[in-house]
């Protein structure tokens, strides 16, 4: 059965193969010998089977002899969805995972971040990360950048420039008592927010929008808060920040802010608790925050990477699912000490490991319900579910050429076998050697072209 959208852009690629993504009735629908038609506009105009190439083709206008045609080991799946890193950290990644988090931003990361006033550094560590996680197949990217307003302006525009579909947040944070150079007065977190959403809304960037980012609620006054959750709602943007990473954190949130009911409450009481808003971690909410998250439509994002490595807490998904929270994963880099999506993904079916071991009658997510937590999870949490995350028609084709048979490769295959044990492959053993080409709304961003002379 053809599924299908005429719209008046003509056809400009057309694949045939395998594809593999997730709905929401299915967390893993396979596609075999289907066709899958790409718009000018980036945007999936059918998906057939390959049978009926010949009617499609009249159809839609393309010539049969233009399709390209998947090999036996390769297949398509949506590019995947990190809904939390900080970009300003990958310069220390891989290091610095020895003391808890609150010890943790005071000792490396505030004073790594304040480097960024420096736009040639800045440039620096912004191009590798971009460049990193596209080559590693994430195709959608949440970023906490810093402080500096112009240095995340940088960070918009190369994520841009090399066709990463982004949201990005200039740090706000006005208390930083370890730190004392790196923060600053809540008149200029205001208008440097004001003025950082001005500028990059002004650049029309197609892909790159600008996110709210008060940092957390330890390094927020009040007053701040709420002028944030103002300016989101007076111009109808994403929100993110962190919560209940720690039981530490918590305990502080709750010195500092006596007067609420519990560290959701502190956020929902300045308005930035809404459906456009993603919060990471999450690792010791309560039943009744996780309701409060159903009934705002606020998303958490799963660090799970992050949690272990600095030994926050392990975040029961299942819980959070049977809440019906929209929920999505991320590397969280620095924290966590990954870029790839594939390594969240390990990590979330490791930390639902553990907790089965703590306690046997529970039920452990499946390689299938996290590869959805991967892709059409992390679209929905962050609000993008109607444009990505999954291959629907009117949907944009962002997805990721998959080899699991790659010479060289991280994988060695012994017999035939299957599309899901192939997927399942990838996820366990595959990394950025796997991944052949990557698209994001119907360009291929890799293999790389230099961004100046891209098409």
Same mark, same amino acid.
Request: with cysteine; charged share 20%; aromatic share 8%.
């Given at each position: 059965?053809?599924?299908?959208?005429?719209?008046?852009?003509?056809?400009?690629? =057309?694949?045939?193969?395998?594809?593999?993504?997730?709905?929401?009735?299915?967390?893993?629908?396979?596609?075999?010998?289907?066709?899958?038609?790409?718009?000018?506009?980036?945007?999936?105009?059918?998906?057939?089977?390959?049978?009926?190439?010949?009617?499609?083709?009249?159809?839609?206008?393309?010539?049969?002899?233009? =399709?390209?045609?998947?090999? %036996?080991?390769?297949?398509?799946?949506?590019?995947?969805?990190?809904?939390?890193?900080?970009?300003?950290?990958?310069?220390?990644? /891989?290091?610095?995972?020895?003391?808890?988090?609150?010890?943790?931003?005071?000792?490396?990361?505030? !004073?790594?971040?304040?480097?960024?006033?420096?736009?040639?550094?800045?440039? $620096?560590?912004?191009?590798?990360?971009?460049?990193?996680?596209?080559?590693?197949?994430?195709?959608?990217?949440?970023?906490?950048?810093?402080?500096?307003?112009?240095?995340?302006?940088?960070?918009?525009?190369?994520?841009?420039?090399?066709?990463?579909?982004?949201?990005?947040?200039?740090?706000?944070?006005?208390?930083?008592?370890?730190?004392?150079?790196?923060?600053?007065?809540?008149?200029?977190? %205001?208008?440097?927010?004001?003025?950082?959403?001005?500028?990059?809304?002004?650049?029309?960037?197609?892909?790159?929008?600008?996110?709210?980012?008060?940092?957390?609620?330890?390094?927020?006054?009040?007053?701040?808060?709420?002028?944030?959750?103002?300016?989101?709602?007076?111009?109808?943007?994403?929100?993110?920040?962190?919560?209940?990473?720690?039981?530490?954190?918590?305990?502080?949130?709750?010195?500092?802010?006596?007067?609420?009911?519990?560290?959701?409450?502190?956020?929902?009481?300045?308005?930035?608790?809404?459906?456009?808003?993603?919060?990471?971690?999450?690792?010791?909410?309560?039943?009744?925050?996780?309701?409060?998250?159903?009934?705002?439509?606020?998303?958490?994002?799963?660090? !799970?990477?992050?949690?272990?490595?600095?030994?926050?807490?392990?975040?029961?998904?299942?819980?959070?699912?049977?809440?019906?929270?929209?929920?999505?994963?991320?590397?969280?880099?620095?924290? /966590?000490?990954?870029?790839?999506?594939?390594? #969240?993904? $390990?990590?979330?079916?490791?930390?639902?490991? #553990?907790?089965?071991? %703590?306690?046997?009658?529970?039920?452990?997510?499946?390689?299938?319900?996290?590869?959805?937590?991967?892709?059409? /999870?992390?679209?929905?949490?962050?609000?993008?579910?109607? $444009?990505?995350?999954?291959?629907? =028609?009117?949907?944009?084709?962002?997805?990721? $050429?998959?080899?699991?048979?790659?010479?060289?490769?991280?994988?060695?295959?012994?017999?035939?076998?299957?599309?899901?044990?192939?997927?399942?492959?990838?996820?366990?053993?595959?990394? *950025?050697?796997?991944?052949?080409?990557?698209?994001? #709304? /119907?360009?291929?961003?890799?293999?790389?072209?230099?961004? *100046?002379?891209?098409?």
């Amino acid at each position: 059965m053809t599924s299908s959208k005429r719209s008046t852009a003509g056809i400009a690629h =057309v694949y045939r193969g395998t594809f593999v993504h997730s709905t929401w009735e299915t967390a893993l629908q396979i596609l075999e010998d289907a066709l899958l038609g790409v718009d000018s506009e980036g945007k999936i105009a059918f998906i057939g089977k390959g049978l009926e190439l010949n009617r499609l083709s009249r159809t839609f206008g393309f010539s049969p002899y233009d =399709v390209i045609q998947l090999a %036996q080991h390769e297949f398509f799946m949506p590019g995947m969805v990190d809904t939390h890193i900080h970009a300003s950290q990958y310069s220390y990644a /891989g290091t610095a995972l020895d003391l808890p988090l609150l010890q943790w931003l005071n000792t490396y990361t505030f !004073p790594v971040e304040s480097y960024f006033k420096d736009l040639l550094f800045a440039h $620096r560590v912004y191009t590798h990360v971009v460049r990193r996680t596209l080559r590693n197949g994430t195709t959608t990217a949440c970023y906490f950048a810093t402080i500096h307003t112009d240095a995340t302006l940088l960070l918009g525009q190369i994520a841009n420039d090399f066709g990463q579909r982004a949201l990005v947040g200039k740090v706000c944070m006005d208390i930083n008592n370890a730190v004392k150079h790196y923060k600053e007065t809540n008149q200029e977190s %205001q208008e440097e927010t004001c003025r950082f959403i001005g500028e990059l809304l002004k650049k029309k960037y197609p892909l790159v929008k600008p996110v709210v980012t008060p940092r957390f609620a330890v390094s927020c006054s009040g007053v701040l808060l709420g002028q944030l959750g103002e300016i989101a709602k007076n111009n109808n943007l994403h929100i993110q920040s962190h919560i209940s990473e720690t039981t530490e954190e918590v305990e502080l949130v709750k010195q500092l802010f006596p007067e609420s009911e519990s560290y959701t409450h502190v956020y929902h009481k300045h308005n930035l608790l809404t459906n456009k808003t993603v919060m990471a971690h999450g690792c010791h909410l309560s039943d009744e925050e996780l309701t409060l998250f159903r009934e705002t439509g606020a998303s958490l994002s799963h660090c !799970p990477n992050s949690n272990i490595s600095l030994c926050s807490g392990m975040l029961d998904v299942r819980k959070v699912l049977n809440h019906n929270v929209k929920l999505g994963l991320g590397t969280d880099v620095a924290g /966590g000490y990954s870029v790839s999506m594939l390594d #969240a993904v $390990r990590r979330t079916l490791d930390t639902s490991k #553990a907790l089965t071991i %703590q306690n046997p009658d529970y039920h452990t997510l499946t390689f299938e319900e996290v590869f959805r937590l991967a892709t059409l /999870g992390g679209s929905q949490a962050l609000s993008m579910d109607d $444009r990505t995350g999954n291959f629907e =028609v009117g949907k944009d084709f962002d997805a990721l $050429r998959v080899n699991v048979a790659v010479p060289d490769g991280p994988i060695d295959l012994m017999q035939s076998e299957g599309p899901r044990i192939l997927l399942e492959k990838f996820l366990n053993l595959g990394d *950025d050697r796997n991944i052949v080409e990557v698209h994001v #709304a /119907g360009r291929k961003v890799v293999p790389f072209t230099e961004p *100046d002379t891209a098409e």
